[in-house]
Antibody
Framework: EVQVVESGGGLVQPGGSLRLSCAASGFTFSSYWMGWVRQVPGKGLQWVATINFDGSEKYYVDSVKGRFTISRDNAENSLYLQMSSLRADDTAVYHC??????????WGQGALVTVSS | DVVMTQSPLSLPVTLGQPASISCRSSQSLVHSDGNTYVIWFQQRPGQSPRRLLYEVYKRDSGVPDRFSGSGSGTDFTLKISRVEAEDVGVYYCMQGTHWPWTFGQGTKVEIK
């Protein structure tokens, strides 16, 4: 059974940092692109970042460039999102997603990140 | 960024009746590889989004055949032939042709 489980969410002050993790199982992790998508509670969805099979290609939405870093450890079947210089508008549920052919076919339940003083 | 505009944003439907959601993009979604990467997701209350259709009309495994997708270029449609109670939720279109991939605002389907 395909599973991705996010962890590391929480409350952080503006300007602070947080690292999200995603533990994958039930599929060959190193054969898939992976990504992070966020959803402001009760509102819309936004792709944040994607990463290719071996981590050599990474893409970010403009609003997080220079502040967020996506990475992966294929030996550990894990995906990460290092977030720094966090702002109030980064508050959202962050979902880890498995990617295939320009889309995602599986999402995790998400980790809530709240940026507030 | 490509803007995806859904309509309507709210869709009250009678059980057993059809429903249709429109999704229009601000530019063509035909990729240089010839494919059109339009995806439809369903998000039931309290759950993460689930993919229903990809590449405009291809249904994911386990998705009932009452869900269908159509369209080309910049205009796309999700149709539910006969709405059932389990179809309540928010439906999102998404384009995977141009980075950053972008979503529509969502259409909330509810039972009248």
């Amino acid at each position: 059974e395909v599973q991705v489980v996010e962890s590391g969410g929480g409350l952080v002050q503006p300007g602070g940092s947080l690292r999200l993790s995603c533990a994958a199982s039930g599929f060959t992790f190193s054969s898939y692109w992976m990504g992070w998508v966020r959803q402001v509670p009760g509102k819309g969805l936004q792709w944040v970042a994607t990463i290719n099979f071996d981590g050599s290609e990474k893409y970010y939405v403009d609003s997080v460039k220079g502040r967020f870093t996506i990475s992966r450890d294929n030996a550990e079947n894990s995906l990460y999102l290092q977030m720094s210089s966090l702002r109030a508008d980064d508050t959202a549920v962050y979902h880890c997603a498995r990617l295939v052919m320009h889309t995602s076919d599986f999402w995790g339940q998400g980790a809530l990140v709240t940026v507030s003083s | 960024d490509v803007v995806m505009t859904q309509s309507p944003l709210s869709l009250p439907v009678t059980l057993g009746q059809p429903a249709s959601i429109s999704c229009r993009s601000s530019q063509s979604l035909v990729h240089s590889d010839g494919n059109t990467y339009v995806i439809w997701f369903q998000q039931r209350p309290g759950q993460s989004p689930r993919r229903l259709l990809y590449e405009v009309y291809k249904r994911d495994s386990g998705v009932p055949d009452r869900f269908s997708g159509s369209g080309s270029g910049t205009d796309f449609t999700l149709k539910i032939s006969r709405v059932e109670a389990e179809d309540v939720g928010v439906y999102y279109c998404m384009q995977g042709t141009h980075w950053p991939w972008t979503f529509g605002q969502g259409t909330k389907v509810e039972i009248k």
